[in-house]
């Protein structure tokens, strides 16, 4: 089992940063890449930024140039720095984690961004 605990959500205006974090607690070593997703009122869950075990990214089109993903691997966390945030980046951003083995999916319990105009 993984454990996945975000932090770092908040109310910024438009334009402005926020850095959220997740912390992997658990069967760290079964880990295989980390994902950042966030879910609008009434829209589908989708995928913002992915970081994989080697480091490498994959980021959604409406976030390139302005989220970094990141990875510290002694400390078992994965970060989104996000930034020049706009209102239709207000979600709730959820941490998730996929087994290498098993394919299995984590997900975190979700932190609340909310960017005004």
Known sequence: QVQLVESGGGFVQAGGSLKLSCTASGLISRINSMAWYRQAPGKQRELVATIRSGGSTNYADSVKGRFTISRD??????????????????AIYYCNAVDIFSSRQYWGQGTQVTVSS
Not at 73 to 90: R, W
């Open 73 to 90: 691997n002694a400390k078992n966390t994965a970060s989104l720095q996000m930034n020049s945030l706009k209102p239709e980046d207000t």
